[in-house]
């Protein structure tokens, strides 16, 4: 259910490695949330052969990778949107991932979900449906429009109604950081079996949001609340790197490698409906584009994603931070507020960091090397 991997690994003592790749199948939604990070931008799908096509060329650089440097890469894809539903050829694109041996997970608001839809889900073994929540119902419906709410909960119902694994995932701000508990029972009541918190990220309609972003201290609250939720029935998590600070840190002293937190350029991708490869959808910063240059190629030589993987890049605090090598913050928080403030910056302070840097230490010296 997360859409930020927690845990990675780094260096040439790689025995097993988590890579995830988020894959926009289409930028088309029935709703018009008022946080949404897209900026209404219409492109050209790729279809269905292409989208298949390129699921061949991901699993081939996987099996390079673990052939070349001996290692295990467990590999999943996370299709969404837009709405994915929307997309005509979703199952076909699913099984065809499944065939391939990627554990698949969906990301959905809920309202267009079938009774088909959910059947085919359950056949196909789809490991988490997401489901986003922003609240109770006219919370909910006050940030995703009128009736969506109403419309969710029955895709939710019908999802679960035939084995579905379903997770809801809230979009965190001042719109609804009050109604966390409330929230989190809402959920639990619906039928989902945990429910994720991620913060809004100030682009696209967002933007106009940005005035809701919480403040430092306001953030580390919410996630203390958050995090003290989770029961062994129901499972309350953020996947937010900075959620991740207030876990016991096993970074050791001096490590100037990536072993988790931010995944952009590290341990997740993300593609979007045109073919663009983009460290995370939230950027919006390309890397490359499949139409001309396989996948393996960009990881491998954008230098957009070499900066993500580099200390020196982050001049900053984030920089200085002994907890870099597990968080970075979060980058697309970070280059969205620098932008907003007319200096766009992808290697900026996240702004709602709560971490002073009790220990300003300076860890800085060889890069930790990714399978390419």
């Known amino acids: 259910m997360k859409e930020v991997k927690k845990h990675g690994v780094a260096g040439s003592a790689i025995k097993a490695f988590e890579f995830f790749i988020q894959w926009h199948l289409t930028e088309r939604c029935n709703l018009r949330c008022r946080h949404c990070y897209q900026g209404g931008r219409r492109v050209q799908e790729m279809t269905l052969g292409e989208v298949k096509q390129e699921i061949d060329e991901a699993t081939a650089m996987f099996e390079a990778w673990e052939g070349e440097h001996n290692l295990s890469v467990s590999r999943s894809i996370h299709f969404t949107g837009g709405e994915p539903f929307l997309y005509e050829g979703l199952w076909d694109v699913v099984a065809h991932a499944r065939k391939q041996g990627y554990g698949v997970a969906l990301m959905s608001n809920g309202c267009l979900v079938t009774s088909d839809d959910a059947k085919r889900a359950s056949t196909l073994k789809i490991s988490d449906i997401q489901i986003s929540l922003e609240g109770p119902p006219d919370l909910h419906d006050s940030i995703r429009g009128r009736g969506s709410f109403a419309a969710a909960a029955k895709g939710?119902?019908?999802l679960v109604g035939f084995g579905n694994r379903v997770s809801a995932n809230v979009t965190l701000s001042r719109l609804n950081v009050e109604q966390i508990e409330e929230t989190t029972e809402t959920a639990r009541r619906m039928g989902f079996y945990g429910i994720g918190f991620s913060r809004m990220v100030p682009c696209g309609r967002g933007k106009a949001l940005k005035d809701r972003l919480l403040s430092p201290q306001e953030l580390k609250r919410a996630y203390q609340r958050v995090l003290g939720l989770s029961t062994p029935s129901f499972e309350v998590v953020s996947g937010d790197p900075l959620a991740g600070t207030l876990l016991e840190s096993k970074v050791p002293f001096g490590c100037n490698l990536t072993l988790g937190g931010c995944s952009a350029g590290f341990s997740?991708?993300?593609?979007?409906?045109?073919?663009?490869v983009m460290?995370?959808?939230?950027?919006?910063?390309?890397?490359?584009n499949l139409k001309r240059?396989?996948?393996?190629?960009i990881w491998a030589s954008?230098?957009?994603?070499?900066?993500?993987?580099?200390?020196e890049s982050y001049q900053g605090k984030c920089g200085r931070c002994p907890l870099w090598p597990s968080c970075r913050g979060c980058r697309a928080v970070a280059y969205a507020h620098?932008?907003?403030?007319?200096?766009?910056?992808?290697?900026?302070?996240?702004p709602q960091c709560w971490v002073e840097g009790e220990s300003e230490v300076t860890l800085r010296g060889s890069s930790g090397r990714l399978p390419l």
């Open 338 to 350: 620098s932008a907003n403030q007319g200096k766009p910056d992808l290697f900026a302070d996240d």
């Open 156 to 158: 939710v119902e019908t």
């Open 268 to 276: 997740g991708i993300t593609i979007t409906s045109d073919g663009s």
């Open 293 to 297: 240059k396989p996948l393996r190629a």
């Open 279 to 288: 460290p995370c959808r939230r950027i919006g910063l390309i890397a490359g």
């Open 302 to 311: 954008s230098r957009l994603l070499w900066r993500l993987r580099r200390r």
